[in-house]
Nanobody, 132 residues
Framework: QAQLLESGGGAVQSGGSLRLSCVASEYTYNSYSMGWFRQAPGKQHEGVAA????????VYADSVKDRFTISRDNTKRTLYLQMNSLKSEDTATYYC?????????????????????????WGQGTQVTVSS
């Protein structure tokens, strides 16, 4: 069972940047599809970005496109989320998640990779607060 630990959250002003990291304890990390999700107070989990096991497929939520970049370093069992041009509406607890099964063809990936219910393991979250 994969254990995930996020770091890198904090408080920044609008327009600022943060880089989140998520380290996986599981040695089979390379076989997991990974994703970043966030939850603001009173709201449901929202998919932010996801990346396939080999990094060849990536999908972003429309709200973060062109501002956030997801990447992974399989040699370090680490997932990253570079967040630029942060806005107050990005304020949330950010979670990384891992899926042990495959999504299927690219059409399936684009459709399902940002759905929280498709992931098996979750980290504890890291808080991001953006002030205007």
């Amino acid at each position: 069972q994969a254990q995930l630990l996020e770091s890198g959250g904090g408080a920044v002003q609008s327009g600022g940047s943060l880089r989140l990291s998520c380290v996986a304890s599981e040695y089979t990390y390379n076989s997991y599809s990974m994703g970043w999700f966030r939850q603001a107070p009173g709201k449901q989990h929202e998919g932010v970005a996801a990346i396939e096991r080999d990094g060849t497929a990536i999908v972003y939520a429309d709200s973060v496109k062109d501002r956030f970049t997801i990447s992974r370093d399989n040699t370090k069992r680490t997932l990253y989320l570079q967040m630029n041009s942060l806005k107050s509406e990005d304020t949330a607890t950010y979670y990384c998640a891992a899926r042990s099964g495959v999504f299927g063809p690219p059409s399936y990936y684009n459709k399902y990779a940002l759905l929280p219910g498709k992931y098996d393991y979750w980290g504890q979250g890291t808080q991001v607060t953006v002030s205007s």
